[in-house]
């Protein structure tokens, strides 16, 4: 006995919502890296070259559980930085991941631009300015052409199935 229609029109809601949320967290990602990729190529080309101070880097576990199968533990550093301006008593912060431990008051080389100065990122980052904001276009793209390939298929089986 199939279950009443409450009941399927809740769960189709449920799933819709679902796919909805996924569907937008991919366009949001997509649309992140597209002005990522901006903003890095602009800093990467034409930013000006500066020397930050690190305040905080914090080990994070890339183990979501506490408990960890493997011994030693695998993750990065997760890390702040902060700037001031030549001739200004402003200052910027900043926020980059590593994978060394740096300790706090260590100084690093970024990029900050002219027209935004609170616009930044490290000469390490900016070495390969397009693979991260790539990775982030490409992903949901990705997705996208995997839920998409069944449709696709069955629209371009029919139109090479139908004769003159």
């Keep these: 006995m199939p279950p009443p229609l409450i009941v399927r029109i809740v769960i189709l809601g449920i ?20 002005v990522m990729w901006r903003d890095w190529h602009v800093l990467a080309k034409q930013g000006v070259d500066h020397q930050a101070h690190l305040t905080s880097c914090v ?33 910027y912060p900043g926020y980059f991941q590593s994978p060394r431990d740096w300790k706090p008051g260590e100084a690093i080389a970024i990029r900050y631009r002219r027209d935004q100065p609170s616009a930044s990122a490290t000469l390490d980052n900016l070495k390969n300015p397009s693979v991260t904001p790539a990775a982030l276009m490409l992903l949901p793209l990705l997705y996208a052409g995997w839920e998409l390939r069944a449709p696709l298929r069955r629209a371009l089986g029919a139109t090479f199935r139908s004769g003159p």
């Design 59 to 91: 080990f994070k576990n890339m183990h979501t559980s506490r408990k960890s199968l493997t011994s030693g533990s695998s993750g990065y550093y997760s890390c702040d930085y902060q700037y001031t301006l030549p001739g200004s008593n402003v200052s």
């Design 15 to 34: 799933v819709k919502t679902i796919l909805a949320a996924v569907w937008l967290f991919a366009a949001a990602m997509f649309v992140t890296g597209a």
